[in-house]
């Protein structure tokens, strides 16, 4: 498989959401609005409290000329060690190939490059990502109650 990866930006957002429009199940479980081209447009710069936005890494992953996969990473965070990944979505049309395990081992072994930890959080009502996350070796670490849902904290160590 031969991937190409592009930082999000104003000339390919639409294809960011592509990506999220393929995934209903996650906005219908989580309450999360119905994703925009707007609101991917926030998401560009979105970022946690104390973090700029050379922490931050926001891109698309393409097969060919078409959007596979969205991720949002963020260094340092929550701690120096740690890295955050705040989104990670595949294609709606690539769910059940194996494309996210393929991709998620590849953005591990960068991430482990660097980082002796990473963490994410997952809503409660989102099966699919409580699975995705838990067969991969996360394990929950904190139960958050924000105005938005109920998020669960996962972490995994890279340590060996």
């Known amino acids: 498989m031969a991937y190409r990866i592009e930082k999000v930006n104003e000339e390919n957002v639409s294809d960011a959401l592509l990506i999220c429009e393929s995934n209903p199940f996650y906005y219908e479980s ?65 769910h ?13 072994h960068r991430i482990a490059e660097h980082f002796t930890s990473i963490r994410l959080a997952c809503y409660r009502s989102n099966s699919a990502g409580l699975s995705f996350w838990q067969k991969n070796g996360y394990v929950q670490v904190k139960d958050v109650n924000p105005n938005d849902g109920d998020l669960l904290v996962f972490e995994k160590s890279l340590i060996a």
């Not at 963020?74 to 740690?82: T, V």
């Not at 395990?101 to 591990?108: I, M, N, R, V």
Request: with cysteine; charged share 25%.
């Open 96 to 108: 059940h190939q194996g494309v996210g395990s393929f991709l998620y081992q590849k953005l591990e």
């Open 30 to 94: 989580t309450g999360i609005e119905w994703p925009t081209l707007e609101s991917c447009r926030s998401d560009i710069t979105a970022l946690p409290e104390q973090k700029e936005m050379k922490d931050k890494t926001f891109v698309l992953v393409y097969e060919d000329k078409i959007p596979i996969a969205l991720i949002d990473f963020i260094a340092k965070y929550p701690n120096d060690s740690c890295g955050f990944i705040g989104l990670f979505m595949v294609n709606g049309d690539y």
